[in-house]
C-alpha cells in the first residue's frame, strides 16, 4: 500500500483507501450471507426512477469510485419511510433501533468523523426473536441545516441507518440522502437582472472594481458588475488597460475555488482553479476595453458559498485575474465573490 505522512502519523493514501473499500465490501457481503438477514429501506414519496426525486453524485476527487444515485432532499424536509427487515432465519436480538445522522468528515484519508445533527426511534427494546418479515414505520424531522458537500478535504453527508442490535454482531443496513439547502435569505427572490445587459450601456460604477498597477509601466483596472451571484447567473464586467508599457501575452479571468480546513493558527486551505477563460491574446493599447462574461452553469463542482460548516471548514470562490508578460512574468489580482442557492437549483 502507498503511504503518505501527515503530521507524525502515516495515512493510507487514496487509491489504498479504495483497496480497503473493496475488502470491506466483499467482508459485508460474507457477514450478510451468515447474518441471514436483509433490510430495505424504503422513503416515502420518493421514486427512485423520478429525476425529480434522485439526483446522480460523484466524487470528483475519487476516479474510481462509481456515480451514486441518491435520494434527493430539502432541508426543510421530513424524512419517512420503513425498513423492511426479511430474515432468512430465526434471528435474536436486543432491540432494533433506526437513525438519522448528519455528520461532517475531514481529511477522508484519516476520516474524522463529526455528527452534527441526528434523530433515533427505537423498536423492541426488550429485545426478542425475528423470524418473518417485519416493517417499521420511521420519520425524522430533525434540522439539516447544511447542504450535502464532497470536496477534497471535506464533506458533510446524510445517511438513514438500520441496526438490528445482536450479542455478537449487529446487522447495519444504510441509507444515502442528498440535502440541497435554499438560501434563507435570497434564494426566494426574483432574478433583478438589468435588461441593459449590453456592455456599452452597462454603468459598472456601483460594481466592484480590482486594480492591478506596477510601477509606471502598467494599469489597469478590472470591473464586474456585483458581487453576489446564484449559481447559474452570469459574471458580467470589464478589464479597462490604462497604461500599458510592458510586454503583454496572454490575460486570463478563472473561478478559483478555496477549501479552508479549521479555524485559528492551524487553518489550512486548498485551491483549486475550476474553469479558465482567455481574454486576450497580444498586447493591448493603452484605453483598450476588454469585455468579460462568465456563465457560472458552465463551470464544474461549483457550490454555494459554505461559510464556517460547524466551525470545521468553509468554501469559498474567487474571480482571479492574470496578466502574463513574454519572458513569464505574471501579474494577478484575485476577489472574492459570494455563491448561493435559488430556489429549484441543483
Known amino acids: 500500500y502507498q503511504r503518505r505522512v501527515h503530521g507524525n502519523k502515516f495515512v493510507l493514501s487514496r487509491q489504498s483507501k479504495n483497496v480497503c473499500d473493496d475488502l470491506n465490501v466483499m467482508l459485508k457481503k460474507i457477514i450478510k450471507k451468515v447474518d441471514a438477514c436483509v433490510i430495505e429501506i424504503k422513503l416515502k414519496d420518493k421514486d427512485p426512477n423520478s429525476s425529480t426525486d434522485t439526483i446522480v453524485v460523484d466524487d470528483p476527487y475519487d476516479k474510481v469510485k462509481e456515480p451514486e444515485k441518491l435520494y434527493l ?3 426543510e424536509e421530513t424524512v419517512n419511510g420503513s425498513a423492511i427487515i426479511k430474515p432468512a432465519k430465526k434471528i435474536a436480538h436486543s432491540g ?4 438519522f445522522v448528519g ?3 475531514i481529511n477522508p484519508d484519516r476520516e474524522e ?5 441526528g434523530q433515533c426511534q427505537k423498536f423492541f427494546e426488550e429485545g426478542g426473536e425475528l423470524s418473518s418479515e417485519t416493517t417499521l414505520e420511521f420519520s425524522f424531522d430533525c434540522p439539516k441545516k447544511y447542504e450535502s458537500y464532497r470536496g477534497l478535504n471535506a464533506s458533510v453527508s446524510y445517511f438513514v441507518r438500520v441496526t438490528i442490535q445482536k450479542s455478537v454482531k449487529n446487522v447495519v443496513q444504510k441509507e444515502d440522502l442528498w440535502v440541497l439547502r435554499v438560501d ?5 427572490a426574483a432574478d433583478n437582472l438589468d435588461k441593459k445587459s449590453y456592455f456599452k450601456e452597462k454603468d459598472f460604477s456601483k460594481g466592484v472594481c480590482m486594480e492591478v498597477g506596477v510601477d509606471d509601466a502598467l494599469h489597469i483596472e478590472f470591473k464586474y458588475d456585483k458581487k453576489l451571484f446564484h449559481l447559474q447567473e452570469r459574471v458580467l464586467g470589464q478589464v479597462n488597460f490604462k497604461v500599458v508599457s510592458l510586454d503583454l501575452q496572454m490575460g486570463e479571468v478563472s473561478i478559483v475555488k478555496r477549501e479552508y480546513i479549521g479555524v485559528g493558527d492551524s487553518q489550512y486551505f486548498e485551491t483549486e482553479t475550476l474553469q479558465k477563460y482567455e481574454i486576450m491574446d497580444g498586447t493591448p493599447i493603452a484605453g483598450e476595453l476588454v469585455p468579460i462574461r462568465l456563465y457560472l452553469t458552465s463551470v464544474p463542482r461549483l457550490t454555494p458559498t459554505y461559510e464556517l460548516i460547524s466551525n470545521l471548514f468553509s468554501v469559498k470562490y474567487y474571480v482571479n485575474l492574470v496578466l502574463i508578460t513574454g519572458d513569464g512574468k505574471r501579474y494577478f489580482k484575485q476577489q472574492e465573490i459570494i455563491l448561493y442557492r435559488k430556489q429549484g437549483q441543483r
Open 113 to 117: 468523523k463529526t455528527e452534527f445533527t
Open 96 to 99: 432494533i433501533k433506526v437513525e
Open 103 to 105: 455528520q461532517i468528515i
Open 184 to 188: 434563507p435569505k435570497h434564494g426566494a
Open 73 to 75: 432532499f430539502d432541508s
